[in-house]
């Protein structure tokens, strides 16, 4: 459900702070792309001022929500790639990731992962480092850890890289004002562990950052 409603609340921020640009998302399941569908519904009944973004005559090209099966040739400015497998009641992972693990899994993983022109943001509720390696014995299971091992480690392949830090319940709530009144931001900007906590995307020209924003954390 948290993963579920992660993804609408970017659909909508994107809706709202981006809709010049195309969006699309795809999941890992069918069951998974049917919950997204459903929720982003709902969520839409008290957004009817971002209709437009969904509804007009480009809609088709503008936005899509589609599982891995069904995305071959659809690029988009920015995709957000939903996983919806996870951990069970007792915590632990389940190692079933639906097409990944099948035969040709690797062949789908890396159609998913270079359907962005501009950039792709992963949604996942276990971070690639509590993938057992040797749980993930298929190739599409292996890309699928080294994946997101990579984004957590924000797009970088060394090993020692450390994860970026997620942001907190404070950030977020700075986040999501900023956002409702139209700035464009990325969280934890920079590399390695010297980060900025947010940084603000000029209005018009969406590759150059114009402002810097640094919280206190959490613990103040």
Known sequence: RGEVEAVVRLVLEHAETQPQRSLGVITMGTPHKLRIDEALRRARVFRPDLDAFFNDGASLERFFVKNLER?????????ILSIGYGKGPDG???????????????????????????SLVLVSTFRGDELDEAKCQTTGMSLLRKYTLYADRGGKLDRNAPPVAEINAFERDVADSLTRRGMALQPQYGVSGYRIDFVVAHPSIPDRWVLAIECDGATY
């Open 71 to 79: 995305v071959q040739g659809d690029e988009r400015d920015f995709i």
């Open 92 to 118: 632990r992972i389940l190692y079933n990731f639906g097409p990944v693990n099948k035969q040709g899994g690797e062949r789908r993983l890396n159609v998913a992962v270079t359907r962005a022109k501009h």
